[in-house]
T-cell receptor, first 112, second 118 residues
Framework: DQQVKQNSPSLSVQEGRISILNCDYT??????FLWYKKYPAEGPTFLIS?????DKNEDGRFTVFLNKSAKHLSLHIVPSQPGDSAVYFC???????????FGTGTRLKVLA | GAVVSQHPSWVICKSGTSVKIECRSL??????MFWYRQFPKQSLMLMAT?????????EQGVEKDKFLINHASLTLSTLTVTSAHPEDSSFYIC??????????????FGEGSRLTVL
């Protein structure tokens, strides 16, 4: 049972344009969501997070949107840069459990 | 930012041997560390939660006798793959969260260890 889903395994975007990565979840107990970026043969690195009490969080070029009613979150990267090419994982957690559930990842390729 | 170091970054071993992977939090104490396994084009699969001074909590389907986890201190957890077989070949990643007393919502990951069993 995949509680966190990233239905697009890959995405290609032209440099300078917006990249939108999507993530859906099924467990309504999740109250904190995170995005991680991963390069090949490296561990993931934290990008941005959002609490369930918010619907938007912005950090530089990265913005995460949360739609609780749809159980959907998205990561917007604008403008996209070639260095953003990586695999992006969304993760969800229920406070107090310390158990992060990861999506399957979306491979983003930003074309120069 | 916080740093988690994982060693070795890659290892090749013969079938039947055991391999130990270390995960260290370099600049913070971590009561809890996590071990993940990543298959190609798949998600990070949580294998176990490693608690300092107590037994690890394994996820369903993960063989505790095969994947031995020891969390001897607040900065070190080890994963030992015992009697390794080719199907154990994978990318193993550890993560840790600072023992801050509150959920910061941020995990720090090691660099990962690529295990290849011949």
């Amino acid at each position: 049972d995949q509680q966190v889903k990233q239905n697009s395994p890959s995405l290609s975007v032209q440099e300078g344009r917006i990249s939108i990565l999507n993530c859906d979840y099924t467990n309504s107990m999740f109250d904190y969501f995170l995005w991680y970026k991963k390069y090949p043969a490296e561990g993931p690195t934290f990008l941005i997070s959002i609490s369930s009490i918010k619907d938007k969080n912005e950090d530089g070029r990265f913005t995460v949107f949360l739609n609780k009613s749809a159980k959907h979150l998205s990561l917007h990267i604008v403008p996209s840069q070639p260095g953003d090419s990586a695999v992006y994982f969304c993760a969800a957690i229920t406070s107090g459990t310390y158990k992060y559930i990861f999506g399957t990842g979306t491979r983003l390729k930003v074309l120069a | 930012g916080a740093v988690v170091s994982q060693h070795p970054s890659w290892v090749i071993c013969k079938s039947g041997t055991s391999v130990k992977i270390e995960c260290r939090s370099l600049d913070f104490q971590a009561t809890t560390m996590f071990w993940y396994r990543q298959f190609p084009k798949q998600s990070l699969m949580l294998m176990a939660t490693s608690n300092e001074g107590s037994k690890a909590t394994y996820e369903q389907g993960v063989e505790k006798d095969k994947f031995l986890i020891n969390h001897a201190s607040l900065t070190l957890s080890t994963l030992t793959v015992t009697s390794a077989h080719p199907e154990d070949s994978s990318f193993y990643i550890c993560s840790a969260s600072p023992t801050s007393g509150r959920l910061d919502g941020e995990l720090f990951f090691g660099e990962g260890s690529r295990l290849t069993v011949l």
